[in-house]
């Protein structure tokens, strides 16, 4: 078997078939990309969801399972710069699923995409044996030419996170533990929403590829570490990002440094659908702190040396591991 999900992909783009002139972007970026014709770019992407990797039903209502599942598609669309258009979605339901729990997953897809204005356009049913697999396909376009991709950074160029970080793993900790109620108590409402409804950065996708902000760009579901080292690897340059400086599940403004787990989940936790992007240095001061209710931060800058670097709040430099989710490596539930 692969060793990791990197393995993978490397040995699946050195089988393929040689992408044809249409082909933009294939294999290894959040999405693929290919001409359409006059103007504008199509992106096509797809992801799966599978009980008792992604979500587990003791954990997540349908209606966030639903919710999620689609979220995570459109967060592609994001960070590429484009707008979700039409879905396929695909779902082998378990016999143990009843009719209340498919109408509650659907309702929850549905209010996501109508409020994206995608249209689901059809799909394929299954009732299956084991668990519910979920599958969807999702289409966008970009302005032909201003789709980010992940391999646009440059040394110099400034790094910039969306949101928080690690909230929707702390909501995971919370719904695991039944904690909700112990502790922060808005925190904990913040966190257990941010897992379970997790909201894709479509706006300000565009808002980067209409400005001409982003260099490039990737959408943070597996983690800050994992997609920072995954952007990095596709520009062929390296990272240094400040500690004091990553937007975690704290609250910024009580001016506390971070306990190690509250790190940890900025760092590694996945499922955030936020947008880690780059900017040159020249256009950094155009980047809003605010963009639509979400605020925007610079956590650090893109370096010529092929590495990650962590500068602790002591000043202390040291290697920056990437150890977010893999499928080849980590089993959620």
Same mark, same amino acid.
């Given at each position: 078997?692969?060793?990791?999900?990197?393995?993978?992909?490397?040995?699946?783009?050195?089988?393929?078939?040689?992408?044809?002139?249409?082909? $933009?972007?294939?294999?290894?970026?959040?999405?693929?990309?290919? +001409?359409?014709?006059?103007?504008?770019?199509? =992106?096509?992407?797809? #992801?799966?969801?599978?009980?008792?990797?992604?979500?587990?039903?003791?954990?997540?209502?349908?209606?966030?399972?639903?919710?999620?599942?689609?979220?995570?598609?459109?967060?592609?669309?994001?960070?590429?710069?484009?707008?979700?258009?039409?879905?396929?979605?695909?779902?082998?339901?378990?016999?143990?699923?009843?009719?209340?729990?498919?109408?509650?997953?659907?309702?929850?897809?549905?209010?996501?995409?109508?409020?994206?204005?995608?249209?689901?356009?059809?799909?394929? &049913?299954?009732?299956?044996?084991?668990?519910?697999?979920?599958? =969807?396909?999702? &289409?966008?376009?970009? +302005?032909?030419?201003?789709?980010?991709?992940?391999?646009?950074?440059?040394?110099?160029?400034?790094? !910039?996170?969306?949101?928080?970080?690690?909230?929707?793993?702390?909501?995971?900790?919370?719904?695991?533990?039944?904690?909700?109620?112990?502790?922060?108590?808005?925190?904990?409402?913040?966190?257990?929403?941010?897992?379970?409804?997790?909201?894709?950065? *479509?706006?300000?996708?565009?808002?980067? +590829?209409?400005?001409?902000?982003?260099?490039?760009?990737?959408?943070?579901? #597996?983690?800050?570490?994992?997609?920072?080292?995954?952007? *990095?690897?596709?520009?062929?340059?390296?990272?240094?990002?400040?500690?004091?400086? =990553?937007?975690?599940?704290?609250?910024?403004?009580?001016?506390?440094?971070?306990?190690?787990?509250?790190?940890?989940?900025?760092?590694?936790?996945?499922? #955030?659908?936020?947008?880690?992007?780059?900017?040159?240095?020249? $256009?950094?001061?155009?980047?809003?702190?605010?963009?639509?209710?979400?605020?925007?931060?610079?956590?650090?800058?893109?370096?010529?040396?092929?590495?990650?670097?962590?500068?602790?709040?002591?000043?202390?430099?040291?290697?920056?591991?990437?150890?977010?989710?893999?499928? !080849?490596? $980590?089993?959620?539930?």
């Amino acid at each position: 078997m692969f060793r990791s999900e990197k393995q993978f992909v490397d040995w699946l783009r050195s089988v393929a078939s040689a992408g044809s002139a249409k082909v $933009k972007q294939g294999i290894g970026d959040d999405a693929a990309l290919v +001409s359409a014709g006059g103007s504008k770019d199509l =992106i096509l992407t797809t #992801d799966l969801s599978i009980e008792g990797v992604h979500f587990t039903r003791a954990l997540h209502p349908a209606p966030a399972v639903g919710h999620r599942a689609f979220a995570r598609s459109l967060s592609d669309i994001a960070a590429m710069g484009g707008t979700p258009r039409f879905a396929l979605v695909s779902l082998g339901l378990s016999r143990q699923a009843t009719r209340a729990w498919v109408e509650g997953f659907y309702r929850g897809l549905f209010a996501l995409a109508r409020r994206h204005g995608v249209e689901v356009v059809g799909g394929d &049913t299954a009732l299956v044996p084991g668990s519910i697999l979920i599958d =969807i396909i999702l &289409t966008g376009e970009v +302005s032909r030419g201003k789709a980010i991709l992940r391999s646009g950074a440059r040394p110099g160029d400034q790094i !910039f996170v969306s949101g928080r970080l690690g909230l929707s793993g702390l909501g995971l900790q919370l719904l695991k533990s039944r904690a909700k109620r112990s502790g922060n108590l808005q925190l904990a409402a913040l966190a257990v929403n941010a897992h379970s409804y997790p909201e894709p950065q *479509c706006d300000l996708g565009r808002l980067l +590829s209409k400005q001409g902000l982003a260099t490039a760009a990737i959408d943070i579901s #597996d983690g800050l570490s994992s997609d920072l080292d995954r952007l *990095c690897e596709a520009s062929g340059v390296g990272a240094r990002i400040w500690e004091n400086l =990553i937007p975690g599940p704290w609250e910024p403004a009580q001016g506390r440094s971070p306990s190690r787990e509250m790190l940890r989940l900025a760092l590694h936790g996945g499922e #955030d659908y936020q947008l880690l992007f780059t900017v040159p240095s020249a $256009k950094a001061s155009r980047v809003p702190r605010r963009y639509r209710g979400v605020q925007l931060r610079g956590i650090g800058e893109v370096t010529r040396l092929r590495k990650l670097r962590l500068i602790r709040a002591t000043g202390k430099e040291e290697t920056l591991i990437s150890a977010g989710w893999d499928h !080849f490596q $980590k089993s959620k539930f």
